[in-house]
């Protein structure tokens, strides 16, 4: 997906909630670069966690992966970790910026709940600074509310920074339609045939055409 963002690909349209748009991902040359990261003797799969590992023991030196691991991959690492937002690639001759997904989640109310007055505190508490600053603690989940965020406890830290940094400047809103599920086994295969050569620099642009017709075609169903 990253990629195919980053060479101009859509999906349900600029803001991700056009069902009628599609997923526009016929870009070829994404699709080459992908063959070619896959022949790179310095690339390694991370499949069943391969890649997770091979950073943890220092035996590579970039591994794609979120705040989820950052605990362990400390204790792992200690200083010698480093944490950013996505970079460019040279996708079509030109340096291009990878995005990844972005995402939310909120805390609601049943209207039809008995206790209204006291689940809204409730919720409020939850979604509040001070259940963030606690999140954080226990559980190292980066906190949005803004007045933690100016404390120079959150300002200066590393991993606080680089998620931050990435949905600022190198993320997409992940659409919320229903039909986004139709995205995930799709992309999953289609990766797994770039992983097994199916998928060649000689047949890029048709295997590429081929994936956008399965993608729109379950879509539009």
Same mark, same amino acid.
């Given at each position: 997906m990253k990629?195919y963002?980053a060479?101009?690909?859509?999906m349900f349209g600029? !803001?991700?909630?056009?069902? =009628? /748009?599609?997923?526009q &991902?016929?870009?070829?040359?994404?699709? @080459?670069y992908?063959?070619?990261?896959k022949?790179n003797?310095?690339f390694?799969?991370?499949?069943?966690g391969k890649g997770?590992a091979?950073f943890s023991?220092?035996e590579?030196?970039v591994?794609?992966s979120?705040?989820w691991d950052?605990?362990?991959?400390?204790e792992?690492?200690g200083?010698?970790?480093?944490?950013?937002?996505?970079?460019?690639a040279?996708i079509?001759?030109?340096?291009?910026?990878?995005?990844?997904?972005?995402?939310s989640?909120a805390?609601g109310?049943?209207? !039809?709940?008995e206790n209204q =007055? /006291?689940?809204v505190? &409730?919720?409020a508490y939850?979604?509040g @600074?001070e259940a963030?600053k606690?999140h954080?603690?226990?559980?190292?989940?980066?906190?949005?509310?803004?007045?933690l965020?100016?404390?120079?406890v959150f300002?200066k830290?590393?991993?606080?920074k680089a998620q931050?940094d990435?949905?600022d400047?190198t993320?997409k809103?992940?659409?919320t339609?229903?039909?986004m599920?139709?995205?995930w086994?799709?992309?999953?295969?289609?990766?797994k045939?770039?992983m097994?050569?199916?998928?060649?620099e000689?047949n890029?642009?048709?295997?590429?055409?081929?994936?956008q017709?399965q993608?729109?075609?379950l879509?539009?169903?």
């Amino acid at each position: 997906m990253k990629f195919y963002y980053a060479d101009g690909g859509t999906m349900f349209g600029d !803001n991700g909630q056009d069902a =009628a /748009a599609g997923i526009q &991902f016929d870009k070829p040359d994404a699709t @080459e670069y992908l063959v070619a990261l896959k022949n790179n003797s310095n690339f390694a799969d991370d499949a069943d966690g391969k890649g997770y590992a091979a950073f943890s023991e220092k035996e590579t030196a970039v591994f794609f992966s979120g705040s989820w691991d950052y605990q362990t991959l400390k204790e792992a690492l200690g200083d010698d970790l480093g944490a950013a937002q996505l970079p460019t690639a040279k996708i079509g001759g030109e340096d291009k910026q990878l995005y990844s997904f972005a995402g939310s989640k909120a805390i609601g109310v049943n209207p !039809n709940c008995e206790n209204q =007055a /006291a689940a809204v505190a &409730f919720a409020a508490y939850l979604g509040g @600074e001070e259940a963030q600053k606690a999140h954080w603690e226990d559980r190292m989940i980066i906190p949005t509310n803004t007045t933690l965020l100016e404390d120079e406890v959150f300002a200066k830290d590393m991993l606080v920074k680089a998620q931050n940094d990435t949905v600022d400047n190198t993320a997409k809103i992940q659409p919320t339609l229903t039909e986004m599920g139709n995205y995930w086994k799709i992309g999953e295969n289609f990766g797994k045939a770039i992983m097994a050569g199916d998928v060649t620099e000689a047949n890029a642009k048709d295997k590429t055409a081929e994936f956008q017709k399965q993608l729109n075609t379950l879509t539009e169903e």
